[in-house]
């Protein structure tokens, strides 16, 4: 599936800085009920991006038990990370100083790195650092 020009709406985002967004998602899912809770699959390729050199990727298997939390092992990977922290300090400013103490970490790992996203139980991890917690699904 694909889609492009979607527009965050301003109330939701707090801010119309946002540009169009562009993605394809390539998901396989084993359904053994109706709904999110006890699916399993894998996360192909989930790209969304805001032009040709800027944008992430997620791939890896996600599954979601019973009580819909989520467990997932997935590899993010960023295009253009200084310009993504732009958009998200946009997004959240008061997160300032994490985004950018995080792309200086990431400075070094090249214009496209890729990072390991792990979930386990909805506690999300990226690398070894604690992103929070998804809530149930």
Do not use: C, W, Y
Request: glycine share 12%; charged share 25%; net charge negative.
């Amino acid at each position: 599936a694909r889609f492009s020009g979607l527009r965050l709406d301003a109330n939701l985002a707090g801010t119309d800085a946002v540009p169009p967004l562009f993605g394809v998602a390539d998901i396989h899912l084993d359904r053994k009920e109706t709904g999110l809770r006890g699916m399993s699959g894998t996360i192909r390729s989930l790209g969304i991006s805001i032009d040709e050199e800027t944008g992430a990727t997620v791939r890896g298997p996600v599954a979601i038990d019973a009580g819909g939390l989520v467990d997932a092992d997935l590899e993010i990977t960023l295009r253009n990370p200084q310009s993504l922290a732009a958009i998200l300090i946009e997004l959240m400013p008061e997160a300032r100083r994490e985004i950018e103490l995080g792309l200086s970490g990431l400075a070094a790992m090249g214009a496209a790195p890729t990072l390991p996203l792990r979930i386990e139980k909805s506690e999300m991890r990226l690398g070894f650092l604690p992103l929070g917690t998804l809530p149930p699904l």
